[in-house]
């Protein structure tokens, strides 16, 4: 008599038949596994024997590892590096090509604009300009001067379909404005002997005053009615000699005024001994 | 300059006689070189003395109270408006609304338009020591105006409206005794928004900093002094049965006062006594540029 723990014999007769469908591999295991020993054996001696062969360069290859750990860590920086400079040219460009930046804020419910000035190839100063979004559009803060008439321009352009147009607009005034500034700067800087009577804050209007070669005074008024150009609309000159502002050589400097910035268009007039 | 302090210079100038009159002045060294040349010390001694008085007020604009007015509804041709042209419009519209008036004008280096108005009536000439001042920069439309009367009022606003080629002016709801820190706060010409791209910023200390910044602005901030919040609202509050059953709304005034208010205000943003997000009561006052509200049950108006 047998005194199996219950389930053994079921068990027992599981296996019986789990062998019997497996079939002729049964009978093959203990080879295959003389053949996996004999393996392994080869294996081993396999790799003794490279061990043997190795601890010259042993050094060299953790050297190498160290080597490559550095160069991934750099290449990973360069790869950074270049990255971010790629990044940074595509944000110049996209600039150049009259794109803004530009951010959400306020948990996406406004956006805050970036507006560049630049003349002449130099930036001048940028305004920021935030629109809130929802319930509909609106200007909420800016920086943007109060001698730019921001509201009338978004009355007319469409602030709720159209903001490109709109913040185009408002670019342009600005840019405008900077451009007309900076001329005013430079005909400062430039122009020491000619003496700026009067200017205001749009720089819309400028009264210089010039010294004809003569020893005459002549005021010149230049009207820039026209706020989104940097060039006169209008030049006006008064003098004590009535006949100077019709003279040939005066109404062809008036009219290079009006074409050219004035910084300019007064190193040309100066070259041409017309003015001190 | 208080009225006092002006009888006084009346009576000291009046005391000097002619002659030593410029050397006193000199030695005195309150004035610029430039602006000692600008007197005309062959005149009366009483325009002297309003010269003076004159000088004084633009040297130190922080005085007295300005408020500010807003002009609205440009013309065409308000954009293009210069000096010569709006003196002549201005001089000429106010004295067709009164005849006795003295008014000088005169530009300074930083754009402003500075005018004084000395107003006479019927039988006396123009009062030049209670003179008004009223300073603008053509092309904006803010108007700052010191020392006018209710009477005089409506006929000096009416000529700032047709020579800047405007149809209407109206209260800007801005007023204190510093002309440059309103100056400021409505040319923004402070560091204000800044509109950079900022990481969330886990801390809750950091972010009340951004905040406050972000309202406020960065730097120095206009010396805003004062801001007054006039409540029309029912009274709420759950002790006094009497006070909250009455349907009239409950009427009273807070002022919040300080040497600079927003700094004031934007400390205590970012210190967190004031809650960020900034409530639009505070944040109004540099968004708007206004610093007079009144607050009605459903919306902060005026």
Not at chain 1, 143 to 161: G, K, R, Y
Not at chain 2, 6 to 33: G, N
Request: glycine share 2%; net charge positive.
């Amino acid at each position: 008599k047998c005194f199996l723990p219950p389930g053994v014999l079921s068990h027992l007769s599981l296996l019986e038949v789990q062998a019997r469908s497996r079939g002729s591999q049964v009978p093959q295991q203990p080879s295959r596994v003389k053949e996996l020993k004999a393996k392994v054996e080869a294996l081993t001696s396999q790799r003794d024997q490279l061990k043997a062969e190795a601890p010259v360069d042993k050094q060299r290859v953790d050297g190498e590892d160290e080597e490559m750990d550095v160069d991934s860590e750099s290449s990973e920086l360069f790869h950074l590096m270049a990255r971010h400079s790629e990044l940074m040219d595509l944000l110049h460009a996209h600039n150049l090509i009259g794109g803004y930046d530009a951010i959400t804020t306020n948990r996406g419910k406004s956006m805050c604009f970036s507006l560049a000035t630049q003349y002449e190839g130099v930036y001048l100063d940028t305004y920021n300009l935030e629109l809130n979004l929802k319930p509909n559009v609106r200007i909420s803060r800016h920086n943007i001067p109060p001698f730019i008439p921001l509201n009338s321009l978004a009355e007319q352009s469409d602030l709720q379909t159209d903001v490109r147009a709109f913040l185009a607009t408002v670019s342009q005034h600005l840019n405008a404005f900077a451009g007309r500034r900076q001329q005013l700067k430079l005909v400062k800087e430039q122009h020491k002997s000619v003496e700026v009577m009067e200017s205001n804050l749009l720089c819309s209007i400028l009264v210089l005053m010039f010294t004809v070669p003569k020893k005459t005074p002549l005021l010149c008024t230049l009207e820039y009615t026209d706020h989104t150009r940097c060039l006169p609309t209008q030049v006006h000159l008064n003098c004590e000699d009535e006949l100077l502002p019709d003279s040939p050589k005066w109404k062809k400097n008036c009219s290079l005024l009006m074409e050219v910035p004035v910084h300019r268009a007064l190193t040309a007039i100066k070259k041409a001994s017309d003015i001190i | 300059m208080d009225n006092s302090a002006k009888h006084l210079l009346q009576r000291l100038v009046r005391r000097i006689p002619v002659s030593m009159l410029k050397s006193t002045l000199d030695k005195w060294e309150r004035l610029t070189a430039e602006k000692r040349k600008s007197l005309d010390f062959t005149q009366s001694k009483w325009i002297i003395t309003q010269e003076l008085v004159a000088l004084y007020i633009t040297e130190n604009p922080n005085q007295g109270m300005w408020h500010t007015f807003q002009l609205v509804e440009p013309e065409d041709d308000a954009h293009s408006v210069e000096l010569m042209q709006f003196k002549e419009l201005f001089k000429s519209h106010l004295r067709e609304l009164q005849r006795n008036v003295s008014v000088k004008i005169k530009k300074h280096t930083d754009q402003a338009v500075w005018i004084r108005v000395a107003w006479g009536d019927g039988l006396s000439s123009p009062n030049h020591l209670k003179a008004t001042y009223v300073v603008l920069y053509l092309q904006t439309p803010y108007v700052f105006v010191n020392a006018l009367s209710s009477k005089h009022k409506p006929l000096l606003l009416q000529a700032l409206t047709l020579s800047t080629r405007h149809q209407q002016i109206k209260a800007a709801n801005l007023s204190g005794q510093k002309l440059t820190a309103l100056r400021d706060l409505l040319m923004r010409q402070y560091q204000q928004v800044k509109l950079r791209v900022e990481k969330v910023q886990a801390e809750a200390s950091a972010n009340r900093h951004r905040m406050a910044r972000e309202t406020f602005g960065d730097g120095m901030l206009p010396a805003l002094q004062s801001a007054v919040f006039k409540l029309e609202t029912k009274f709420k509050g759950p002790t006094n049965e009497a006070m909250t059953q009455r349907d009239e709304p409950f009427i009273c005034s807070v002022k919040f006062s300080s040497s600079n208010l927003l700094e004031s205000l934007r400390h205590c943003a970012s210190s967190g006594i004031a809650s960020t997000p900034v409530t639009p009561m505070l944040s109004s006052i540099p968004l708007k540029g206004r610093n007079y509200f009144v607050i009605t049950d459903n919306v902060l108006t005026a």
